[in-house]
Nanobody
């Protein structure tokens, strides 16, 4: 599966932004799709994931209550709605996918074998 992340940009503190991760290929419904982010000089951090099939959602502690992940299997797209953005949310956001990923590994980047190119989100203070 190939992934394309989009929707990044410049937003003011407290603002909102929606990212999209569009996929090509077959059987999109069989993939857990996640968002990770990487700030300058930092490692990659788990943000959120939506499970294959039934679409159970998972969130990192820093974004819980502010971000919402969803998927549209017909459009082969996963969305990340980001509200109440803060300067510390500034990062390159990557989407990633893995087929039939076990629940124990949803936040572990090493288990995702397909990655998009990333989209920059900058939150101004």
């Amino acid at each position: 599966v190939q992934l394309q992340a989009s929707g990044g940009g410049l937003v003011q503190t407290g603002g909102s932004r929606r990212l999209s991760c569009s996929a090509s290929g077959r059987a999109f419904i069989n993939y857990t799709v996640a968002w990770f982010r990487q700030a300058p000089g930092e490692g990659r951090e788990f943000v959120s994931a939506v499970k294959y099939g039934i679409g159970t959602t998972y969130y990192g502690e820093l974004v819980k209550g502010r971000f919402t992940i969803s998927r549209d299997n017909n459009k082969k797209t996963v969305y990340l709605q980001m509200n109440n953005l803060q300067p510390e949310d500034t990062a390159v956001y990557y989407c990633a996918a893995a087929s039939f990923l076990h629940d124990d590994y949803y936040n572990s980047e090493q288990y995702y074998n397909f990655w998009g190119s990333g989209t920059q989100v900058t939150v101004s203070s």
